[in-house]
């Protein structure tokens, strides 16, 4: 598996309403899109820093992860993207390299990008997602 660059830093918040002005205005980020992701139950918020972005989840289900993540641990910084490849190639190579696997296959994401997530058990308590444009 070869990563090429931070893809995202995925930050839960409660209110796209909130807290996109506070990145435009206070941090001085453009935002450059907004877009829901209803299977993950989500409204995203995209902002460039570089050759990174920061993606902010609103959730729209309190059920969904999004929304348990915010009532267990509060707002925050929910995961790290890194950009991959292939994302089933890289899926599989983690597995066979004795990582927990949340996606076993990639699944469509924000953006049209390919993404699965890696369990924080096995990744040292970080939620992390490999992503690409496959």
Known sequence: MKISHI???GIAVKSLDEAV???E?????????????TDQRVK????????????LLESTDPEGPIGKFIEN?????HHIAYAVEDV????TEL????????????RKGAEGLNIGFLHPKSTLGVLTEVCGKE
Not at 88 to 91: A, E, M, P, T
Not at 95 to 106: M, S
């Open 88 to 91: 089933n190639d890289s899926l």
């Open 21 to 23: 002005p506070f990145y």
């Open 73 to 77: 641990k509060g707002p925050g910084i």
């Open 44 to 55: 995203t918020a995209f902002f460039r820093v570089g050759d990174t972005k920061i993606e």
């Open 7 to 9: 893809e995202h830093i």
């Open 95 to 106: 597995e066979q390299n004795g990582v927990r696997l949340i996606d076993k296959t990639g």
């Open 25 to 37: 205005n206070i941090l001085g980020l453009k935002c450059y899109a907004i877009e829901e992701v």
